[in-house]
């Protein structure tokens, strides 16, 4: 009678010691999944620098900067998605360009043309910028971002890239 309890007692006590485990590995595996998820997504999250198209070369008068658009892949992990970029596009030639990055490298904010100064300008701390893309006055720490480009059956193509923002050289972002 005294063993049958004790093997009572010894069960019971065994079965709080897989319970004891069994929370253990949950939390374990609730805390472990963010901290693993937060070391290996970032390596997967990649932006694709792929060549998009930018329309017809014809579609960019000479000498005339314009602004454009182009779209380019995201992946995040398993999730892919597509973002519209803007650029601007300097004609210089029957087929030569400037394909510039329509991000300001100070902080971002996208820059227009003012045809009155011919120059671009950022609104947002006022960085002045040549035809070319270099810095004539204000904050930015480097000239605005070239991009490479190719023309391909009448058409322009851009392979569009972000670089990081607010550093003298130019690093893909
Ligand atoms: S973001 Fe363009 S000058 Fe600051």
Not at 12 to 38: D, E, H, Q
Not at 136 to 160: A, F, K, Q, T
Request: net charge positive; charged share 20%.
């Amino acid at each position: 009678m005294q063993n049958e309890n004790s093997e009572k007692r010894v069960d019971r006590r065994t079965f709080l010691t897989y319970l004891n485990f069994a929370l253990g590995g949950f939390i374990s595996v609730a805390l472990g999944i963010p901290l693993v998820g937060s070391l290996v997504l970032p390596t997967l999250k990649q932006r694709e620098a792929i060549w998009s198209p930018a329309g017809p070369i014809g579609d960019y008068p000479l000498g005339q900067p314009k602004a454009a658009t182009v779209t380019v892949t995201i992946r995040d992990g398993w999730i892919e998605r597509q973002e519209a970029k803007g650029i601007w596009v300097v004609r210089n030639s029957q087929e030569g360009f400037t394909v510039l990055n329509g991000r300001c490298v100070h902080l971002g904010c996208a820059y227009s043309w003012v045809e009155s100064q011919k120059e671009f300008l950022c609104p947002c701390h006022a960085g002045r910028y040549s035809l070319d893309g270099k810095v004539l006055s204000g904050p930015p720490p480097r000239p605005l971002d070239n991009l490479e480009w190719r023309v391909e059956g009448g058409n322009l193509m851009v392979r569009y890239q972000d670089f990081r923002l607010g550093i003298p050289q130019k690093e893909v972002a």
